[in-house]
């Protein structure tokens, strides 16, 4: 089955240090992943998103995640936090071979950023 | 320009009682998606469209749920006799064309079921 895998349910950090959040997926085929955000009491937008070009995607808001076929992972990086980056982030995949380009969400993390 | 439209933003039905959920799709866009976001199951797909057809039904939950696209545009998602299970925020989206990577999320209808 196909699927993805956030490992951090929850992540904290302090203003202007490093921000990661882990995501693996599994896939049979070359799939497109995807990193999106959910501010409270808002709708999902896409922060960036990965689709077989270059392996490291540069996003939105400074956000960039590095795809790695021999890890399947999808991890997304900011060097440094803002107190507005506190959110909801999900990774997500779409699959390619008879895409409907429905996607499958990962289980959300959520970021805390403390001043 | 507008991006995606649903109606109602709040919905409290009875256990029991038959709702009907509305997305206005970004204009132009052939794909459509309906997905929901629940605390225990976190955001799953439900269904989608190309054009007024729906290839892939494979995510509705029972034979309760149902859904229509007429016209290329909106398209409605409809729960007979709700349950309180069916309590989420159900999300519409929309894309130019099926894989084409980005879909474009409407705010969401908050469904809760007393």
């Known amino acids: 089955a196909q699927s993805v895998t956030q490992l951090d349910s929850h992540v904290s950090v302090s203003e202007g240090t490093p921000v990661l959040l882990r995501c693996n997926y599994s896939?049979?085929?070359?799939?497109?992943l995807f990193w999106y955000v959910q501010h409270p009491n808002k709708g999902l937008q896409l922060l960036l998103k990965y689709t077989s070009a270059a392996t490291l995607v540069k996003g939105i808001n400074g956000f960039e995640a590095e795809f790695k076929k021999s890890e399947t992972s999808f991890h997304l990086t900011k060097p440094s936090a803002h107190m507005s980056d506190a959110a909801e982030y999900f990774c997500?995949?779409?699959?390619?071979?008879?895409?409907?380009?429905?996607?499958?969400f990962g289980q959300g993390t959520t970021l805390q950023v403390k001043p | 320009g507008a991006g995606v439209s649903q109606s109602p933003s709040n919905k409290v039905t009875e256990k029991g009682k038959d709702v009907e959920l509305r997305c206005d799709p970004i204009?132009?866009?052939?794909?459509l998606y309906w997905y929901r976001q629940s605390l225990g199951q976190g955001l799953e797909f439900l269904i989608y469209f190309q054009g007024n057809s729906a290839p892939d039904k494979s995510g509705l939950p029972s034979d309760r749920f149902s859904a229509e696209r007429t016209g290329g545009s909106v398209s409605t998602l409809t729960i007979q006799r709700t349950q309180q299970e069916d309590s989420a925020v159900y999300l519409c989206?929309?894309?130019?064309?099926?894989?084409?990577?980005?879909?474009?999320f409407g705010p969401g209808t908050r469904l809760t079921v007393t």
């Open positions: 204009s132009g866009h052939t794909a």
């Open positions: 896939s049979s085929y070359s799939p497109s």
């Open positions: 997500v995949v779409s699959y390619g071979s008879s895409n409907t380009g429905k996607l499958i």
């Open positions: 989206a929309s894309s130019p064309e099926a894989g084409a990577g980005e879909q474009y």
